[in-house]
């Protein structure tokens, strides 16, 4: 089954305005990965954040983990009409298995001019 | 001077078919993989490959076969294809002697079986 579920499924926001996405899992993690998608393309990764580390910012981008509640937020801030796209979470699992990345469902991102 | 890249881009073929495809990358990472991405762009790991050793097996058909030539090559050989073979089957690669986790992905191969 499936270890990451996001919220929303889609999101359309104007351009300028932040847009937040949220990922929730199941098990016990060694890490947490967001990764965006454009249409038709491969994955890019954005941002890592470990399961001892509680928020970690990137440019526009920010993420914050919360282990006892198994979830996680991305916030994308003053959003941009490139942005739009699929964005996944991806956790990492424990011991050796930091690698084996369990992806989320994803949330279709549309950000209109 | 693409960093991973896989070819072909899209294959389409009957069912029963024996198809491969290729993944290459030039960033000197250690360790490689292969994910199923489905219609409903569902993302599954299938197999990773560290130092040309299989560490990751996923409950994938035994048609489905990964051969890592060296650190830089994975390629996937899919025989008596399917038509529920029929997804985007994407590489990536990472770094994981150093610790980092991230993983760099290819733009995908599109295989439809009719």
């Known amino acids: 089954s499936q270890q990451g579920e996001e919220d929303p499924q889609a999101l359309s926001i104007q351009e300028g305005e932040n847009a937040t996405m949220n990922c929730s899992y199941k098990?016990?993690?060694?890490?947490l990965q967001w990764y965006r998608q454009n249409s038709g393309r491969g994955l890019v990764h954005l941002i890592l954040i470990r399961s001892n580390e509680r928020e970690k910012h990137s440019g526009r981008l920010r993420v914050t983990l919360d282990t006892s509640k198994k979830s996680s937020s991305l916030l994308i801030t003053a959003s941009r009409a490139a942005d739009t796209a699929s964005y996944f979470c991806a956790t990492g699992g424990l011991g050796g298995g930091g690698n084996k990345l369990t992806f989320g469902t994803g949330t279709q991102l549309k950000v209109e001019l | 001077d693409t960093a991973v890249s896989q070819t072909p881009k899209y294959l389409v073929t009957q069912m029963g078919n024996d198809k491969s495809i290729k993944c290459e990358q030039n960033l000197g990472h250690d360790t490689m993989y292969w994910y199923k991405q489905d219609s409903k762009k569902f993302l599954k790991i299938m197999f990773s490959?560290?130092?040309?050793?299989?560490?990751i097996n996923e409950t994938v058909p035994n048609r489905f076969s990964p051969k890592s030539p060296d650190k830089a090559h994975l390629n996937l050989h899919i025989n008596s294809l399917e038509l529920g073979d029929s997804a985007v089957y994407f590489c990536?690669?990472?770094?994981?002697?150093?610790?980092?986790?991230?993983?760099?992905f290819g733009p995908g191969t599109r295989l439809t079986v009719t």
């Open positions: 490959y560290n130092n040309k050793e299989l560490i």
């Open positions: 098990t016990s993690i060694n890490n």
């Open positions: 990536a690669s990472s770094q994981e002697a150093s610790g980092k986790h991230e993983q760099y």
